[in-house]
């Protein structure tokens, strides 16, 4: 035995060895000396993981069930394995958002809820009590087994061991985790004292191995029996445990404060990815050999299991063995204890107290020029509260109880966070309501099943339940019996939580703040967005620091302050007049000292007293309004180049888009319209000058609004004092909101009356009339063919500006391919690439569809009917589609034939693709069938599939133009609404025939008749291609004006060992010729001066002994192209160029050029 007193002087040496280590770290940071230990401290301080249940109680497991004890190590470890993307992303959005605990982030990210953020600290703090008990009652098992007293004894005066390490952690607790208001500030000191105290107690249980196997059985009988024992292997209480292991690594307070809030770069992360697991492996293998030891020796075998690494060097008579084995026990109490204090005094005051003191008016603490040392003095109570109540679970309830059953007692608790937090970052339809119900069921559950059982001791209500329901046992809910208490209660609770969290926010969709706080905490780091709206000038920089400076202090407030000026480069005066970005930084930093959801009600308080009502407040609080996902420019292009005027409202009633047309037919005053004015503003003005007809103002404006709010349709025509005519067309978007379109029909209404008054004066001048009706006649069909040559040059227009946005397109593809192809690229980057490059594969499918509409409205395909085999086609389709199926966990299945038709191959192809794109699109479940059946001399291929349905309604208009389903797609995918107008004008192009035929909620089928061919061409074999990284020795010549397209082609052949040498026109280009051997010319066919492709190969001809093979690259996709460029016997490759058929061109002999 070892004297009492020499434990307590070893427990204060220890304790003052902490002190000078976190004071020492305070004072002179060790980083910025030392940046390359910073990885190394953050990975030690995450093993604070390894509390004394790990020290001690995974030996009392390991001897008493065997494989029992690994999942407490196996968790953390699959997480970092397994979930590092989890923890990486958990750590990006608590830097980017200045998070200060796991209530603060679950709360910022529902919609910044103060009740949600409250409710997860009170849960907290209920479920880390009795883990904080677990660390005093293994201290006061240390000192009782060394010192000789009984377990857990009181000792004389009424103060045990449990107690004096209360009263020594919480103050330790006060000095280093509370000396600044700031949360989110690292403490320097704090970590590398909790880094020691990882590393001590990690040599301290390696040298109780080595020991164990110094006077144990060896090494030989560490793997034997009773410590292995394979009954005791992948039980479901294993499987149980081992999952809430890896949830507590991220949802224990004490983990989430170590591993997010004071992460000071993302890159530690990689470091601690594989110190921490081979930490959590040291350990669990050192487990084997001291209980190994320990079951070869009846002293220690009778003892408490709890005790092995304990009584082991003590049967041996090594004191200075057991005193370092209970050094290592106290360190991983303390660490434990004094980590948790410091995340619980957190949220107990940023979520519980501050709150509460900020509505009680009486305090007046909105008058008080500085809180800091009020919410410094609130977490310093919080953690002699905790330290209080921990204690008193202690004496109790935790004597009964070994270590491991009170610590997944507390896993489980903190396992509820789990759905939450992972919802929170993965998917944004979780609203509040889901959240709240979820965890405040499980969170019911939990208590029910584990805590009462815990604390109320009664065989009967156990085994018979409340008023002798027997379905209601907490043990064996609802007869579910047989299994273990712990994961019979984490099931139920995590059941009941989920279960809520899935069935509410699908039941109660989020709000539109919750939508804008998911689009923060989902999507890349936003970039804050200045702003000039009517409230510049009212809120100054003086304003904002003074708000600072009452809750974080003024000297925090001026060095961040002066900081943000330094980014600027300029010097931010009070007068400085308040942008966007700079109310952001000041919420961030209120947020850093309160939490995010008290920095918002501070910050809108503050706003609205400056002039501001509070929905400008929101406004200027919010991250960023909802933007539409699509290309912009291009969107911006059609709209301004319309003659209808467009206008769009969001489901607030207010105007988020229109165009130009809009604003010159209403001509509304400078600044009177922008994104966000209420609609009613503006139906007010057009009333007030008349223009809404006869009437109160506030009756039009309410009649309108009411209206779109109902979303009907609405047509009718305005007659403005002016004397024009504006028809005005209403209809409701699909997730709310309302679009309308203004057309001026002035020159429709004049012909219209002039009519009328023909016909009035016919009985009374016959001859008129004939001459009237002729001028008439000649009139509209002026107009006609006026209305028609517009048509056209709008088309026309249409392809010209396709064709311009080809080129940029077309070399940023190239340069895309180019970089996928780099050897030197990692993982990120490569899949950075490949999502740049398919964002420029949607854009386009875009352009090729806008193409198609051009190209059918003026008459530009010509088809080239052929006789071909089906089965050539059905084998390209599938290939094309097969991917895309997989992904979604689709089947599509292609029906073999040997069926022949006669069509051109390429438009019948275009017809089927949009048939299965469309498939595809809308199918959740199932599959897509693709065949083809014979009817007499016609073929009819079908697709089918087992998607929605289309209804009845809907089916005639689905084939014109900007028609889409109304039910979204599963897969998030947005179309044109263009794919089957095309699909109609193709088939009426090809004489072909479609039929559709579909049930709502079994699927559809789409069909296209072709007309059938008596004898089957031969099938095109297929010819091996070469792979992206065969080189080919080539010498290329790209003729092409534009200088970016020409580094593109560059950069890509440059990768495939291609010798490319560049001209600008024919002059540079015959130069080239003369200057050595070209194996191929790579020509587009719009150049400068005039002169197209295929003339400067002409040229080129002309001026050489012997053209080399060439080809054309064009985005012109006329007919009459085709047929020059067949006639001169050029291939023809098409904008933007795919790297793939680029490569088959270039491996490919050309053939038949002369």
């Known amino acids: 035995m070892i004297q009492g007193w020499l434990l307590l002087l070893v427990s204060l040496l220890y304790v003052g060895l902490l002190f000078v280590v976190a004071y020492a770290g305070d004072r002179r940071p060790l980083y910025p000396r030392q940046p390359r230990l910073r990885p190394i401290v953050y990975s030690l301080a995450l093993a604070v993981y390894c509390s004394s249940w790990t020290f001690y109680g995974a030996v009392g497991t390991a001897a008493r069930d065997g494989l029992a004890y690994l999942p407490i190590y196996l968790g953390p470890i699959l997480l970092y394995v397994f979930g590092f993307g989890l923890l990486r992303r958990l750590v990006q959005v608590v830097r980017q958002r200045n998070i200060t605990s796991i209530a603060d982030f679950i709360g910022a990210r529902f919609g910044k809820s103060h009740g949600l953020a409250a409710l997860v ?57 509370t000396r600044s208001i700031d949360a989110t500030e690292h403490h320097h000191g704090l970590m590398l004292a909790i880094a020691l105290e990882s590393l001590i107690k990690l040599l301290a249980f390696v ?60 890159s530690d992360l990689s470091r601690a990815r594989w110190m921490v697991p081979l930490y959590l492996v040291i350990v669990s293998l050192a487990v084997l050999p001291i209980v190994a030891a320990g079951a070869h020796m009846p002293l220690v075998r009778d003892g408490a299991a ?284 209120l947020a850093s000292a309160v939490g995010a959801a008290n920095a918002r009600r501070i910050l809108i308080s503050a706003l609205s007293g400056s002039g501001l009502d509070l929905a400008e407040s929101m406004a200027l609080l919010d991250e960023a309004s909802q933007e539409l996902r699509f290309n912009r420019e291009l969107l911006s292009t059609t709209l301004e180049n319309v003659s209808q005027g467009i206008s769009v409202v969001d489901a607030g009633m207010r105007l988020v888009a229109w165009n130009r047309r809009y604003l010159e037919l209403f001509d509304y005053p400078d600044g009177m319209v922008y994104v966000g004015v209420p609609v009613a503003e503006l139906i007010r003005w057009n009333a007030e000058l008349g223009e809404c007809g006869p009437g ?93 040559a517009a048509n056209i040059s709008k088309t026309r227009f249409l392809a010209a500006a396709s064709h311009d946005l080809l080129q940029p397109l077309n070399a940023a593809r190239l340069f895309t391919s180019a970089l996928r192809q780099h050897p030197g690229l990692d993982s990120e980057a490569e899949q950075l690439a490949e999502r740049i490059d398919a964002s420029f594969r949607a854009a386009e499918d875009l352009l090729d569809a806008l193409l198609d509409t051009s190209r059918l409205d003026t008459g530009s395909y010509r088809p080239d009917v052929s006789g071909f085999a089906l089965a050539d086609l059905f084998d390209s389709l599938k290939a094309q589609f097969a991917v895309v199926a997989e992904q979604r966990g689709l089947r599509l299945r292609v029906v073999p034939t040997r069926l022949a038709v006669r069509s051109d191959p390429q438009l019948l192809r275009r017809i089927l693709q949009n048939f299965l794109s469309n498939a595809l699109r809308y199918t959740r479940h199932g599959g897509v069938l693709l065949g083809a059946r014979r009817f007499g001399d016609q073929v009819r291929i079908e ?71 008596e004898s089957v061409p031969m099938r095109r074999r297929r010819v091996a291609r070469s792979g992206p990284d065969t080189q080919l020795p080539l010498t290329v010549l790209c003729l092409d004006n534009d200088e970016s397209i020409l580094d593109g082609m560059r950069a890509l052949l440059g990768r495939w060992g291609i010798d490319c040498r560049t001209a600008v026109d024919v002059d540079q280009a015959r130069a080239e010729l003369r200057r050595g051997p070209i194996d191929l010319i790579l020509a587009d066919y719009h150049l400068a001066n005039d002169v197209d492709g295929l003339q400067a190969l002409q040229q080129l001809r002309d001026a050489v002994m012997q053209l080399p093979p060439a080809a054309i690259i064009t985005a012109d996709g006329s007919s009459e192209l085709k047929q020059r460029a067949r006639a001169l016997g050029y291939p023809l490759l098409h904008k933007p160029v795919k790297p793939a058929a680029l490569r088959a061109l270039l491996a490919a002999p050309l053939r038949g050029q002369h």
């Open 121 to 177: 600290a009170v849960i907290a703090v209920i479920a880390v009590v009795p883990y904080i008990a677990l660390q005093f009652k293994a201290v006061a098992m240390s000192y009782g087994v060394l010192g000789g007293a009984a377990f857990g004894a009181v000792k004389a005066g009424g103060i045990d061991s449990a107690m004096w390490c209360a009263v020594l952690l919480a103050l330790f607790a006060i000095l280093f985790g």
């Open 943 to 1013: 697709v089918w599939d087992t998607g929605p349905g289309i209804p009845p309604e809907q089916r005639a208009r689905i084939f014109d133009e900007f028609q889409r389903l109304e039910q979204p797609s599963p897969w998030g995918e947005k179309g044109l609404g263009l794919g089957l107008s095309i699909c109609d004008r193709l088939a009426g192009i090809l004489g072909h025939r479609l039929d559709l035929d579909s049930r709502v909620q079994h699927g559809s089928r789409f069909a296209v008749s072709v007309p059938r061919n």
């Open 207 to 266: 040298a109780l191995a080595g020991y164990a196997l110094w006077r144990g059985p060896g090494l030989l009988g560490t793997v034997q029996p009773p410590v292995v024992q394979l009954s005791h292997g992948l039980t479901p209480g294993f499987m149980a445990q081992t999952m809430l292991a890896f949830c507590a690594m991220f949802c224990l307070p004490r983990q989430f404060q170590i591993g997010m809030v004071e992460c000071e770069d993302a």
């Open 696 to 788: 109160e103002v506030d009756g039009h404006v309410a009649k309108r609004i009411d209206y779109m709010r109902a979303g009907s349709s609405h047509l009718f025509q305005r007659i403005r004092p002016d004397g024009s005519v504006i028809e005005m067309r209403g209809r409701a978007l699909p997730g709310g909101g309302y679009v309308t379109t203004y057309t001026d029909v002035t020159a429709y209404k004049n012909a219209e009356q002039a009519l009328m008054e023909a016909n009035e004066t016919l009985e009374l001048r016959v001859e008129q009339r004939t001459a009237e009706l002729s001028e008439a006649l000649v009139a509209t069909a002026q107009a006609r063919r006026a209305a028609e």
């Open 306 to 589: 709890d005790a092995w690494v304990l009584t082991l060097p003590l049967s041996h008579g090594d004191r200075g063995m057991a005193l370092l084995a209970f050094v290592g026990g106290f360190s991983a109490a303390t660490g434990m204890v004094i980590v948790a204090a410091v995340a619980l005094s957190t949220m107990i005051s940023n979520d519980l107290v501050m709150p509460a003191l900020l509505r009680i008016r009486r305090l007046r603490l909105e008058h008080r020029s500085d809180l800091s040392q009020l919410v410094l003095g609130v977490r310093r109570i919080a953690i002699i509260l905790l330290a209080a109540m921990a204690y008193a679970y202690y004496r109790v309830a935790a004597n009964a109880e070994n270590l491991a059953a009170t610590g997944l007692l507390a896993f489980a608790a903190v396992a509820q966070f789990a759905p939450a937090l992972v919802a929170a970052i993965y998917w944004r339809g979780a609203s509040r309501r889901g959240v709240v119900v979820g965890l405040a069921g499980g969170f019911i559950v939990w208590v029910y099943t584990l805590l009462l059982p815990a604390l109320i001791r009664s065989d009967q209500w156990l085994q018979q339940g409340p008023f002798g329901w027997d379905w209601l046992r907490p043990q064996a809910l609802f007869h579910l019996s047989g299994w273990e208490p712990v994961m019979h209660g984490t099931f139920w609770s995590l059941l009941v939580n989920i279960g809520c969290l899935v069935f509410v926010s699908l039941r109660f969709r989020p709000s539109l703040e919750e939508r804008l706080h998911a689009a923060v905490f989902m999507d890349a780091d936003p970039a804050s967005r200045g702003g000039a709206g009517d409230w510049r000038g009212r809120v100054v920089a003086a304003d904002l620091r003074t708000i600072a400076e009452r809750i974080v202090g003024e000297r925090s407030s001026a060095r961040a302050f002066e900081e943000y000026g330094h980014r600027l480069g300029k010097p931010l005066l009070p007068g400085t007049a308040a942008d966007r970005a700079l109310i952001q930084f000041t919420e961030r930093l």
